[in-house]
Nanobody, 124 residues
Framework: QVQLEESGGGLVQIGDSLRISCGAS????????VGWFRQPPGKEREFVAA????????NYADSVKGRFTMSRDNAKNAVYLQMNSLKPEDTAVYYC?????????????????WGQGTQVTVSS
């Protein structure tokens, strides 16, 4: 069992940068593929990015490619999402999720463990 907790969300302006984090309770978190998802107001949850267990591979949604960067520090049991050039459409609750598999899955159902989410609001 892995408990995940997101942090670092907040209110920013258009074009700003923000880094959100995902911490894990389990020491063996390093063996998990981790994904970031987001749920905009009134919309369904959607895939944002995923990273392999050792950080060697990443996968991004087209809407964030080139602006967002996902990374991890297994020594700290932490995963990060660096978000640059933020837009109002990036406003959402951001969730991290984990799965014990090597594929960089993009579907919600492919992930077994979820955090509670952190709110990111991009103000115009």
């Amino acid at each position: 069992q892995v408990q995940l907790e997101e942090s670092g969300g907040g209110l920013v302006q258009i074009g700003d940068s923000l880094r959100i984090s995902c911490g894990a309770s389990r020491r063996t978190f390093s063996g998990y593929t981790v994904g970031w998802f987001r749920q905009p107001p009134g919309k369904e949850r959607e895939f944002v990015a995923a990273i392999s267990w050792n950080g060697g591979r990443t996968n991004y949604a087209d809407s964030v490619k080139g602006r967002f960067t996902m990374s991890r520090d297994n020594a700290k049991n932490a995963v990060y999402l660096q978000m640059n050039s933020l837009k109002p459409e990036d406003t959402a609750v951001y969730y991290c999720a984990g799965r014990l598999d090597t594929s960089l899955a993009t579907r919600i159902d492919d992930y077994d463990y979820w955090g509670q989410g952190t709110q990111v609001t991009v103000s115009s």
